[in-house]
């Protein structure tokens, strides 16, 4: 090396270098005292020690190596000296036994220009012979440092930063503690009010901990930080006191944090690591101390021995896990505690049959919060205390498998869980977990559901621990959350709810078509027009159903909805129990909605028939009132059971879609007869057009519906083929097609539902007709005709679903009838013709099975009166002639009267599931019907009547025809 100083052992003896006449030097080492200003200008000298012991002393190395050749310090600067070291500076004690600090600063100053290294190997014991001790000291590095303690055997920090000191480098520091010595300290201590800043930041323990802060000391990183202890009982920060650790976090956020003071701060950010058996340790005489983790606390190695992420004593306030990892057991120990998760992951040890340790809030009034990330966790204990818990709609609770509240049924120790807009499922079980059947919700004297939450019921019972019946248990569904059974479509379950449950939401019995669940209320029931659901099946009074029972009392006011499985409608008599009151029975449900099955609509009743219970029924019957003389009170009549309107509907589109279509020939043709000769001018073809606009009354087979019906038709055809056999008889043959619309509304008696239905459809066929047409215009005739019919259907029921479906088929007819000559009178020219007539009309326009839907309980609904021949027996009288204005215009008209007997073999109807119904009063119909017939010119004629049809049970059908034809 250059100079005369050793080039092995720094074996310089500066005698003087002095600017002051008592400065002085020793051999090996180099020492500034007294204001002494000295310096090497020689670069990558080597000393044995450096001594700088008085303020206003100043040392200037450039590039320098201290090698230790004594037990002493290698470096000393007291007592406001200062070094400063251009370039880099290292000291090495990597072969020397060794007792004290190796670098110690006490009120002094160390600048250390470029990198700066510090190695040690401690061998025997001594008095803390920490490697770096700053006490009241100040190091600066400009570059990267590197702190090391190679091996040892006592105890000793590898950096230790006490008082007012303060330690800033810029570059990366890396803090390596190999001490195996039981009695071994940590990596790196920062106790008083030092400050340490640092960039970049690694730090290895191999045995104790990582970082010791204590007091009111701060210590911050602003760049990639990991703490890493490898010992199995090591922690990753011993915390204590005021002091504040940010790591991995930017210096705007370690700014602003340093603005309260007056608590312990822990701040893991997002590019910090921490990896250690107990991962956060806090010291037993710390008050209060935030925890907030943005990066990575790791204590899941399985060789550690603990396993505590988080381990406190206490002292800590509150725990933050904001988009971080936490990984590890969690004991806060004693104290007000409270932990929030709204990003990241809590992990805690746990085997795969959900066997751990979990998190334990310890004694006190604590509170744990989740409204985001996933928690990987057997348990979640609250301990003794009023603790609240708190979930959110984005937490992932599907690994957690316990929450213990901690309630014991004194006042002393109460519990309250809240779930906020999260679906899940949970039971209770002090002795046994279940990782199959959802959260494990025990010791909890409140339950509130807020904000759509739903909690499906997956074990036996819920908040049963909370000791017993009298534990002043409560359940509280708000207005948009649910409490529901297992949404399983088996097996039936039974749940038991040991609370007052206050329901302003919905209480779901209803899970996936499985009817015979029942919850049993170990308390009272109040609703706040709450919902409850249920699922039954619908038939006569021994159907099986869900049911509630409320042990205690019931108020308020509840909504019921129920869903028919698989029932097929039923008389009942004493009813469906679906609510069991075993206390006071002040509490109203009502029915929501409409409860239908077959062709029944079922009511909710309060007692039974012939006994006041308090329960409530299910009846397929409406209650009557008789009634009351002038001054007393009205008295139940006697009941009949209730009919839903919608086979009205069903019954009106099968009687339109076989009838909208059916024609007589006056209809189509508009006249008697033809009445031009084939003598005469010839006409090979016509085109006709009419019109038809129809009302409809009618009533079911039992009374209770009354249906209106309005409908539309227009139908247009002509002559294909006209021709005579003898010259005065003629034979049509044509073709033709309409389109119609029917619209239905039925109404039901005693419930005041109403359904409405609806035709559209379309037909096309041929007709032939035959006149036998003699000279005096008088004589028989033959009509038939065949056409195709297609139609959409469609019900529609107050408050269910729409029910489509379509029809099809063909409906034919032969008429046949004889014209008589009455008279004339010459004086008007008017001739005067009677006609008997008879027709027959086959109606098979047929309509598959239909199966409603699940609201309307899936009825199936199938159609009778299929195959049906209306036959029509009728006269029609009818005057032809033309006013002497007319002569010689080719104008003729044609009143006419006409009085039909229709019969219908069949009754259109419908069957629901078996109960059949029908449109009552059409088996026998009068008809009346007036109107004229013109012919306007030779090629033109008008025609238009009206017709009245009376049946029994107030059937009534009004109908108007508006018809046009052109021959050419």
């Known amino acids: ?327 590890g057991n969690i004991d806060l120990s004693r104290g007000n505690d409270a932990i929030y998760l709204t990003s990241g992951l809590l992990e805690t040890t746990m085997t795969d049959t959900g066997v751990g340790a979990g998190v334990f809030m310890g004694d006190g009034n604590d509170h744990f919060e989740a409204t985001g990330g996933k928690i990987i966790a057997p348990t979640i204990e609250m301990g003794t205390g009023n603790d609240t818990a708190l979930f959110g709609s984005s937490a992932d609770l599907s690994k957690l498998h316990n929450v213990n509240g901690g309630a014991d049924g004194t006042t002393a120790n109460t519990g309250e869980i809240t779930f906020q807009n999260i679906s899940l499922s949970g039971y209770t079980d002090d002795a046994t977990t279940d990782i199959t059947n959802g959260l494990n919700i025990y010791r909890w004297n409140t339950l509130n559901l807020r904000d759509g939450a739903t909690l499906q019921l997956t074990g036996e019972q819920l908040l049963s621990d909370s000791t017993s019946a009298t534990a002043n248990n409560t359940v509280n569904i708000d207005s948009a959350s649910t409490l529901a059974v297992q949404q399983t479509p088996s097996p039936v379950y039974a749940r038991t709810l040991w609370a007052d449950v206050n329901n302003n939401g919905r209480i779901n019995l209803s899970n996936n078509a499985t009817q015979g669940d029942v919850w049993t209320i170990k308390g009272n029931y109040h609703g706040n027009n709450g919902l409850l659901v249920m699922d039954v099946e619908l038939n006569n009074d021994a159907s099986l159903t869900d049911r509630l029972v409320v042990d205690g009392d019931t108020s308020g006011t509840t909504r019921v909805k129920v869903n028919n499985e698989g029932g097929t409608g039923a008389l009942t008599t004493e009813g469906i129990k679906i609510i069991e009151v075993n206390g006071d029975s002040s509490g109203t449900f009502t029915q929501e909605g409409r409860i239908v099955a077959g062709a029944y609509e079922y009511y909710l009743h309060k007692n039974g028939v012939n006994n006041q219970d308090g329960n409530w029924y299910l009846r397929s019957e409406i209650p009557t009132v008789t009634p009351p003389d002038p001054g007393t009170d009205p008295e139940p009549g006697e009941e009949e059971h209730v009919y839903r309107p919608e086979p009205g509907s069903y019954m009106a589109n099968h009687m339109a879609s076989n009838t909208l279509f059916i024609m007589r020939l006056h209809d189509r043709l508009g006249e008697t007869q033809y009445t031009d000769a084939l003598t005469g001018e010839k006409r090979v073809t016509s085109l006709w057009l009419r019109q038809i606009g129809g009302h409809n009354r009618s009533r079911d087979e039992s009374g209770q519906l009354k249906t209106q019906d309005n409908r539309y038709v227009v139908q247009i055809g002509g002559d294909l083929a006209q021709w005579s056999s003898d010259g005065l008889d003629r034979w049509h043959l044509g073709a033709m097609a309409g389109y119609a619309n029917q619209h239905s509304n039925t109404e039901a008696k005693y419930s005041k539902y109403r359904s409405r239905g609806s035709v559209d459809g379309y037909s096309a066929g041929l007709y032939a007709t035959w006149y036998a047409n003699d000279r005096e215009k008088t004589g028989s005739y033959v009509d038939t005709w065949a056409l195709y019919n297609w139609f959409d259907n469609e019900v529609k029921g107050d408050e269910l679903s729409s029910e489509k479906y379509t029809s099809r088929g063909v409906t034919a007819s032969i008429e046949t009838g004889y014209t008589f000559k009455l008279g004339e009178r010459q004086t008007d020219n008017v001739t005067f013709f009677l006609q008997p007539k008879a027709q027959a009309i086959w109606m098979n326009v047929r309509a598959n099975s239909h199966t409603e839907h699940s609201d309307s309980g899936n009825s199936r609904v199938s159609f009778e009166g299929n195959g049906n021949i209306q036959t029509r027996l009728g006269l029609r009288a009818y005057a032809n002639g033309h006013s002497d204005i007319d002569k010689g215009k080719e104008r003729e008209f044609e009143p006419f009267i006409e009085a039909n007997w229709i019969h219908n073999t069949h009754n259109f109807g419908a069957s629901m599931n078996g109960d059949r119904n029908h449109i009552d009063g059409t088996r026998n119909i009068a008809e009346l019907k007036l109107g004229v017939e013109g012919q306007i010119s030779k090629p033109f004629t008008l025609w238009s009547n009206v017709a009245q049809q009376l049946g029994d049970a107030g059937y009534s059908d009004t109908q108007v025809i508006l018809g046009m034809k052109y021959s050419f």
């Open 1 to 327: 090396m250059p100079h005369e100083f050793s080039t092995s052992s720094l074996a310089i003896m500066l005698t003087s270098l002095l600017f002051s006449s008592h400065a002085m030097a020793t051999c090996g080492s180099l020492t500034a005292s007294g204001g002494d200003q000295c310096s090497s200008n020689t670069a990558g000298d080597t000393y044995s020690k450096l001594t700088v012991s008085d303020a206003n002393s100043l040392l200037t190395l450039t590039n320098s190596l201290v090698t230790l050749s004594k037990t002493k310090e290698a470096v000393s600067i007291t007592n406001g000296g200062n070094v400063l070291a251009q370039g880099s500076f290292t000291v090495d004690n990597t072969v020397q036994t060794y007792i004290q600090k190796v670098i110690e600063i006490t009120n002094g100053r160390l600048n250390v220009v470029g990198n700066f290294t510090a190695k040690s190997l401690i061998t025997s014991s001594g008095n803390s012979p920490d490697l770096v001790s700053l006490n009241g000291g100040t190091l600066t590095v400009g570059g990267d440092a590197w702190i090391e303690v190679k091996q040892g055997s006592t105890s000793g920090f590898a950096l230790r930063s006490a008082g007012d000191s303060v330690l800033k480098v810029s570059g990366k520091t890396t803090i390596v503690n190999n001490n195996t010595a039981s009695s071994a300290t940590g990596a790196l201590v920062a106790a008083g009010s030092s400050r340490s800043e640092f960039n970049d930041l690694s730090v290895t323990s191999k045995l104790k901990e990582s970082i010791t802060i204590n007091e009111s000391a701060l210590v911050t990183s602003t760049g990639t930080t990991s703490l890493t202890t490898a010992s199995p009982g090591g922690s990753g920060i011993w915390f204590g006191g005021t002091s504040l650790l940010s790591l991995g976090e930017s210096a705007s956020v370690n700014q602003a944090l340093e603005a309260d003071r007056s608590i312990g701060q822990i701040n893991i950010g997002q590019n910090a690591t921490v990896k250690a058996a107990k991962g956060i340790k806090i010291l037993g005489t710390t008050p209060h101390v935030n925890i907030t983790v943005k990066g990575s606390v790791d204590s899941m190695n399985p060789s550690f021995f603990g396993n505590q992420s988080i381990e406190g004593n206490t002292g800590i306030e509150v725990v933050r896990i904001d988009g971080g990892s936490l990984r």
